[in-house]
């Protein structure tokens, strides 16, 4: 009896183990790479979720003052930096971030440019540390540059920095450039500290014009000197509106902000007569923004000028206010302002659901179809719907990544991925969920659900960085959006809005990584997900569902779904009746929780079944021809 007792204790303990290792198998670790793991261990980040009790970032202050003479495209500038040291560590030198070296012959680009992109890149002209004139060497072709330091930056220390520098913006305009020959847009212009973080140190990543910003939060004041007549829209809030316009268009702006009504505070007329701004030689628009990640800014002496503004928080009635700067001929930037409203007004109060953090936007027609922090330079366009569409994507970016301050070189699709999820959602309100779901199958999910190369089943969690084409823009934009929305679908809004609200408030104003967004995830919706996260953002899967077999009662019919391309996506069953009925069974991706390639669907049936189709809407399937049963 003692031997059999044992036998029996050890196969009880066995069985433990099993179950145990059944469960953590259920549970799945997330894959991490060794430097995010060492911030884990070290306490600046938890496994909860949260930032952890030892978390910090950098900062920064920057005073700029920028002058543009129009014709010439060459702009000055001079600028002070104090960069505050949060860090446990003595850094012994800074690394600089220098952009506009992407316009330079030789540069490392992922694309051809013309010779209308080239220039000589950026020149510093003068560089201080400390109020100590440091000898800047050259970066010839480099958009990153580390110099060291006279003297060690301690911990919870600062130093100042002062730049005098000058370059000439591109005749060819992408993000920034000339727009025409008296309109600018300005962006990256400026030397800037990189982001010093901990889990990579400093961010030397080189700028190759595909991947995208990596920025601290920093304070800015920064004037922009200009010739009389020109107009300047920027990120933050104009301080002197009554020094530089005339007292009519001054009381128009303030006006705007105040109104839902649409007002033209500079028509083409008024530009032409040469009298909307102060009649002095030069014009000093003088700007602060608080803690943003970037500046931009657009010059022009003939772009109209519309405003209006919409309240972003109803708890408060805080307003934003929303303008735009564009060509008179432009037709659907009459419209700019209109769209803007709307796109504040929805983002706030649906989804995300959290209200425009910002004290205005601006949408400047341009060519780039780019965000910035409160600015937009979007294309032209005859199909108001797509320009509509384009401008609701860009001011999305908002909470994506300038709110949150998202490593976008690195994590792309914690932007791209949000903005795109948001651009559909927002879409189905705006045009209906037919309209909505076919142009996003056909912008966002088509051209990657029917390509089988390889390159296009990367990993979303693949660093961005080492990615190019359709590899790169697939998993930032259209798989990673499908992520989130089944997600959404697989939680429930309601909990889906918790756990979103959740991880942007414990993270805006400072540097998520994913697995900070699917700890928070896990720990705000009360479930491990982890399985989820496993199967969506690290795997080589696809989607592609079959019908495997199809068993029916005189109550029920039973489906057996096979998950051939392994994404748990959620599908609708739909069940034609021989009557000429039909009925639709929405499945989320719980079906696949407990087996990963296998579902069976049971429903309740009293009528005749004549066929069995499988509709994905925005989850596209590779392969539709399994898709389809019919009763023989």
Request: glycine share 6%; with cysteine.
């Amino acid at each position: 009896m003692v031997k059999t007792h044992s036998h029996r204790v050890k196969l009880i303990l066995l069985l433990c183990i099993l179950a145990l290792g059944a469960g953590a198998a259920q549970a799945q670790s997330l894959y991490m790479p060794r430097n995010i793991k060492k911030a884990y261990q070290q306490g600046t980040r938890s496994m909860n979720g949260r930032p952890g009790p030892k978390y910090w970032q950098n900062t920064a202050r920057y005073n700029i003052t920028l002058t543009a003479t129009p014709p010439s495209r060459t702009i000055r500038g001079t600028e002070e930096i104090t960069y505050i040291n949060n860090s446990p560590d003595t850094l012994r030198a800074l690394t600089f971030k220098l952009f506009l070296n992407s316009h330079k012959p030789g540069a490392a680009r992922q694309g051809a440019v013309s010779e209308n992109y080239l220039t000589s890149g950026i020149h510093i002209d003068k560089y201080t540390e400390n109020n100590a004139a440091v000898n800047w060497r050259d970066a010839g072709a480099a958009t990153v540059r580390q110099t060291a330091l006279r003297k060690p930056l301690l911990p919870r220390d600062s130093v100042k920095l002062s730049f005098d520098w000058h370059f000439d913006l591109s005749l060819e305009s992408g993000r920034e450039g000339v727009l025409d020959s008296t309109t600018f847009f300005l962006a990256y212009f400026y030397p800037r500290v990189a982001v010093y973080d901990d889990y990579y140190g400093w961010d030397r990543m080189p700028f190759t014009e595909a991947q995208e910003f990596y920025s601290d939060f920093n304070d800015y004041v920064f004037t922009v000197n200009v010739p009389k007549d020109y107009i300047v829209w920027a990120t933050g809030d104009l301080k002197n509106a009554d020094e530089v316009l005339q007292p009519t268009y001054a009381r128009r702006l303030a006006e705007s902000m105040r109104t839902d009504s649409l007002v033209h505070v500079a028509t083409l007329q008024e530009l032409n007569a040469r009298n909307v701004t102060r009649q002095q030689p030069t014009n000093s628009w003088r700007w602060q923004a608080g803690y943003v990640p970037d500046i931009a800014l657009c010059i022009s002496n003939h772009y109209v000028w519309d405003a209006s503004s919409v309240v972003v928080d109803k708890k408060t009635g805080r307003r934003a206010s929303v303008q735009a700067a564009f060509l008179d001929n432009a037709n659907d930037f009459h419209q700019m302002v209109s769209f803007g409203r709307h796109s504040l007004d929805w983002f706030s109060n649906n989804w995300p659901g959290i209200p425009y953090p910002y004290p205005k936007t601006t949408v400047v027609q341009g060519f780039a179809d780019m965000e910035y922090p409160m600015m937009v330079n979007d294309a032209t366009t005859q199909d108001l719907n797509f320009s509509r569409f384009v401008a609701e994507h860009e001011i999305a970016h908002t909470w994506f990544p300038f709110y949150m301050g998202i490593n976008e070189t690195r994590y792309g699709f914690m932007d791209e991925g949000w903005a795109t999820a948001l651009e559909y959602l927002i879409s189905q309100a705006d045009l209906g969920n037919e309209t909505a779901t076919k142009n996003f199958q056909q912008f966002r999910v088509d051209y990657w659900s029917k390509d089988p190369s390889a390159e296009q089943d990367l990993p979303i969690v693949t660093p961005a960085n080492v990615l190019s084409g359709a590899a790169l823009g697939n998993n930032e934009y259209g798989k990673a959006a499908i992520g989130y929305l089944a997600l959404k679908d697989l939680l429930g809004d309601a909990l889906f809005k918790k756990s979103l609200h959740e991880f942007m408030n414990r993270w805006n104003g400072k540097h998520p990584t994913p697995w900070d967004m699917f700890y928070s995830f896990n720990d705000a919706s009360g479930r491990n997900l982890n399985w989820f996260w496993n199967n969506w953002f690290f795997s080589n899967n696809y989607i592609d569902l079959a019908i495997q077999q199809v068993t029916s009662s005189a109550t029920q019919t039973t489906i057996t779904l096979q998950n051939i391309g392994g994404y748990v996506a959620p599908v609708d069953v739909v069940v034609q009746f021989a009557d000429g009925t039909k009925e639709t069974h929405h499945q989320t991706p719980a079906i696949w929780q407990t087996n990963p390639t296998q579902a069976v669907v049971k429903i309740p049936t009293r009528k005749t079944v004549q066929s069995i189709t499988l509709e994905g809407g925005i989850f596209m399937d590779a392969d539709e021809s399994n898709n389809n049963w019919k009763a023989k």
